[in-house]
Antibody, heavy 114, light 109 residues
Framework: EVQLVESGGGLVQPGGSLRLSCAASGFTFSSYWMTWVRQAPGKGLEWVAIINPDGSEKYYVDSVKGRFTISRDNAKNSLYLQMNSLRAEDTAVYYC???????WGQGTLVTVSS | QAVVTQEPSLTVSPGGTVTLTCGSSTGAVTSGHYPFWFQQKPGQAPRTLIY???NKHSWTPARFSGSLLGGKAALTLSGAQPEDEAEYYC?????????FGGGTKLTVL
């Protein structure tokens, strides 16, 4: 059974940092592009970042460039999102996903507030 | 970054047919954008219905189909069921960042 399990969310003050993790199982993680998607409360889906199978290609939405870093550890079947200089507008549920295959986690909530 | 547009809301009668569309500010949507369609119900994670324009997953009901129509990506629901009431999002893959549409709230009434 395919599973994607996010962790690392929580409450952080503006300007702070968080590192999200996504543990993958049930598929050959190292063969797939992986994506982070977020959803602010009551809002639509927003594509955040993507990374290729070996980690050599990464792309970001403009609003997080220079602040967020996507990475992966294929030996650990894990995807990460390092989030720095967090802003109130980064408050959202963050999902990791392999969208083409239809693999989605349940999401982890990040709240940026003082 | 591109802007992807969807109808904010649509209503379909039970058993009826409705088409949701997905346009791009950069021009015509093509198969090269690998259009995706997702369904999301309240309190749930999104679910991938369609990928690469018209490919379905094993869990995608046969009444859903994807296509390109008039320069846009399209999701057609034929024979709407009450359980199809949900928010639907398209996603287009550009060279670099990908972009979601704003979503279509589909009401079955």
């Amino acid at each position: 059974e395919v599973q994607l399990v996010e962790s690392g969310g929580g409450l952080v003050q503006p300007g702070g940092s968080l590192r999200l993790s996504c543990a993958a199982s049930g598929f050959t993680f190292s063969s797939y592009w992986m994506t982070w998607v977020r959803q602010a409360p009551g809002k639509g889906l927003e594509w955040v970042a993507i990374i290729n199978p070996d980690g050599s290609e990464k792309y970001y939405v403009d609003s997080v460039k220079g602040r967020f870093t996507i990475s992966r550890d294929n030996a650990k079947n894990s995807l990460y999102l390092q989030m720095n200089s967090l802003r109130a507008e980064d408050t959202a549920v963050y999902y990791c996903a392999q969208v083409r295959s239809g693999y989605w986690g349940q999401g982890t909530l990040v709240t940026v507030s003082s | 970054q591109a802007v992807v547009t969807q109808e904010p809301s649509l209503t379909v009668s039970p058993g009826g047919t409705v088409t949701l569309t997905c346009g791009s500010s950069t021009g015509a949507v093509t198969s090269g954008h690998y259009p995706f369609w997702f369904q999301q119900k309240p309190g749930q994670a999104p679910r991938t219905l369609i990928y690469d324009t018209n490919n379905k997953h094993s869990w995608t009901p046969a009444r859903f189909s994807g296509s390109l129509l008039g320069g846009k990506a399209a999701l057609t629901l034929s024979g709407a069921q009450p359980e199809d009431e949900a928010e639907y999002y398209c996603l287009l893959a550009y060279s670099g960042p990908w972009v979601f549409g704003g979503g279509t709230k589909l009401t079955v009434l």
